[in-house]
């Protein structure tokens, strides 16, 4: 930091490749390890973090818990991640340098190495980690596969970023002679709003389904399912994708249509996509104003999101259950939908669940009817409180509304005004 005026800013912009840094701990450090230290950080250099098994695993020798115990007792730059001292990782600045270091030769071995790595962790359960190394690897069948086997767990888990990243450097052709990966992105491609090419993907994975059901017991070439038990689905699935794409583009016959061949085509068991189904249907009989056609689907709908074990989704359904309730005037059913749905909420561990704020939004507009404003006035307070990350985007809309209407009922007019004039106002914004 000698002869710098903006020292803070030095210090922000520090990094291992900066010239004093890299001299001192090359030369001071590095190089004055002994021969199998330097072979140990070289080859556990790209580890998140470092345990003596998982490196054992990746160096192919034993004793690297010992070694990891010495590293750390000579303060080489090795931090501890828990109280027990079996998880640690190098410092930032020290793994920098140590990557500098590996030569055209050690960046091939990098490669068998992140594999090691990979099929450490997948013996271990933790496929996310075994993911990231075999793509890391460069060892895309492997990564596929792996894919495909975790896919439907995080889509549950409301993990599709996640996927859809690992599905931008994973070749197409990859996952194009896949059929069970193909229709569990074209999920993942569906939730995140990105419905440009899923038709073309649809019926590639219709092709590849068609090729496996008459090949009978054997796998045809050039086709391969690494999750089985997911084939079943497959049909189902993709009139599931197919319903949702026709009503983003607004054809609602057509979406009636795919979503009941669902009902058909599904097994009894899979509940997600019978529920995906049926709360399509719901949205379809709703924007047609056949309130209790849609009421009866939106009831199946989150019942089977439930038995599926989709609880972030259950809340969605459960939203447009309770509105659906409130617009026929079934307030105490519509309490009681939004009261259980906070109660699902409740159960789970933070972060809190997207579309709470939204079921609190409900509540209030369910106790104003019933005319209990001073409690409608703290689930409205609720909503605000828990911010943007537990709302769904419509909630906005609707808590201006339900704010505007309780500044009426409680007397003041013109607050009443002045909401609907903002809420007006944001939401012509947001449309242009």
Same mark, same amino acid.
């Given at each position: 930091?000698?002869?710098?005026?903006?020292?803070?800013?030095?210090?922000?912009?520090?990094?291992?490749?900066?010239?004093?840094?890299?001299?001192?701990?090359?030369?001071?450090?590095?190089?004055?390890?002994?021969?199998?230290?330097?072979?140990?950080?070289?080859?556990?250099?790209?580890?998140?973090?470092?345990?003596?098994?998982?490196?054992?695993?990746?160096?192919?020798?034993?004793?690297?818990?010992?070694?990891?115990?010495?590293?750390?007792?000579?303060?080489?730059?090795?931090?501890?991640?828990?109280?027990?001292?079996?998880?640690?990782?190098?410092?930032?600045?020290?793994?920098?340098?140590?990557?500098?270091?590996?030569?055209?030769?050690?960046?091939?071995?990098?490669?068998?190495?992140?594999?090691?790595?990979?099929?450490?962790?997948? %013996?271990? =359960?933790? #496929?996310?980690?075994?993911?990231?190394?075999? *793509? &890391?690897?460069? /060892?895309?069948?492997? +990564?596929?596969?792996?894919?495909e086997l975790a896919i439907f767990g995080m889509q549950r888990m409301r993990q599709e970023l996640t996927i859809r990243t690992w599905?931008?450097?994973?070749?197409?052709?990859?996952?194009?002679?896949?059929?069970?990966?193909?229709?569990?992105?074209?999920?993942?491609?569906?939730?995140?709003?990105?419905?440009?090419?899923?038709?073309?993907?649809?019926?590639?994975?219709?092709?590849?389904?068609?090729?496996?059901?008459?090949?009978?017991?054997?796998?045809?070439?050039?086709?391969?399912?690494?999750?089985?038990?997911?084939?079943?689905?497959?049909?189902?699935?993709?009139?599931?994708?197919?319903?949702?794409?026709?009503?983003?583009?607004?054809?609602? %016959?057509? =979406?009636? #249509?795919?979503?009941?061949?669902?009902?058909? *085509? &599904?097994?009894? /068991?899979?509940?997600? +996509?019978?529920?995906?189904?049926?709360?399509?249907?719901?949205?379809?009989?709703?924007?047609?104003?056949?309130?209790?056609?849609?009421?009866?689907?939106?009831?199946?709908?989150?019942?089977?999101?439930?038995?599926?074990?989709?609880?972030?989704?259950?809340?969605?359904?459960s939203i447009a259950l309770g509105d659906i309730n409130l617009a026929l005037g079934r307030l105490r059913e519509a309490a009681h939908?939004?009261?259980?749905?906070?109660?699902?909420?409740?159960?789970?561990?933070?972060?809190?669940?997207?579309?709470?704020?939204?079921?609190?939004?409900?509540?209030?507009?369910?106790?104003?009817?019933?005319?209990?404003?001073?409690?409608?006035?703290?689930?409205?307070?609720?909503?605000?409180?828990?911010?943007?990350?537990?709302?769904?985007?419509?909630?906005?809309?609707?808590?201006?509304?339900?704010?505007?209407?309780?500044?009426?009922?409680?007397?003041?007019?013109?607050?009443?005004?002045?909401?609907?004039?903002?809420?007006?106002?944001?939401?012509?914004?947001?449309?242009?």
């Amino acid at each position: 930091m000698e002869g710098r005026e903006d020292v803070a800013g030095f210090i922000a912009e520090f990094a291992g490749t900066d010239r004093y840094v890299f001299d001192y701990l090359v030369e001071e450090v590095l190089q004055r390890q002994p021969e199998t230290v330097r072979e140990f950080l070289l080859e556990t250099c790209f580890l998140d973090r470092l345990s003596g098994p998982l490196c054992d695993a990746v160096t192919g020798r034993s004793g690297s818990r010992e070694t990891l115990d010495v590293l750390y007792r000579a303060n080489l730059f090795l931090v501890p991640l828990d109280e027990r001292c079996e998880w640690y990782r190098y410092h930032h600045l020290f793994a920098d340098v140590l990557e500098t270091q590996l030569d055209a030769a050690a960046r091939d071995r990098l490669r068998a190495l992140h594999r090691r790595a990979s099929d450490w962790y997948e %013996a271990r =359960g933790e #496929r996310t980690e075994a993911v990231r190394h075999a *793509l &890391a690897a460069e /060892d895309f069948e492997r +990564a596929a596969e792996l894919i495909e086997l975790a896919i439907f767990g995080m889509q549950r888990m409301r993990q599709e970023l996640t996927i859809r990243t690992w599905m931008g450097t994973l070749p197409d052709a990859a996952v194009r002679r896949r059929p069970v990966l193909g229709i569990g992105l074209a999920g993942v491609l569906a939730s995140v709003g990105e419905f440009e090419g899923l038709e073309e993907r649809l019926r590639e994975v219709e092709r590849g389904f068609a090729a496996i059901t008459a090949a009978g017991d054997t796998m045809p070439e050039g086709i391969a399912v690494a999750d089985l038990a997911q084939l079943p689905r497959v049909p189902g699935l993709v009139e599931l994708y197919r319903a949702a794409l026709s009503q983003v583009r607004g054809d609602m %016959a057509a =979406g009636v #249509r795919h979503a009941e061949r669902v009902l058909e *085509l &599904a097994p009894p /068991d899979d509940h997600l +996509a019978r529920a995906a189904a049926a709360s399509l249907l719901g949205i379809a009989y709703w924007s047609e104003g056949k309130l209790e056609l849609a009421r009866a689907r939106w009831t199946e709908g989150r019942d089977g999101l439930m038995r599926a074990g989709h609880v972030a989704d259950t809340l969605g359904a459960s939203i447009a259950l309770g509105d659906i309730n409130l617009a026929l005037g079934r307030l105490r059913e519509a309490a009681h939908i939004f009261e259980y749905a906070l109660e699902v909420s409740a159960a789970q561990r933070s972060p809190v669940l997207r579309g709470t704020a939204d079921i609190h939004t409900g509540l209030a507009l369910v106790l104003r009817e019933q005319n209990d404003l001073e409690a409608a006035r703290r689930h409205l307070l609720a909503s605000a409180e828990l911010g943007e990350g537990a709302r769904l985007p419509q909630n906005p809309y609707r808590w201006w509304v339900a704010d505007a209407l309780l500044r009426q009922d409680e007397g003041d007019l013109d607050g009443a005004r002045a909401v609907i004039c903002v809420d007006t106002w944001r939401s012509h914004r947001s449309r242009n």
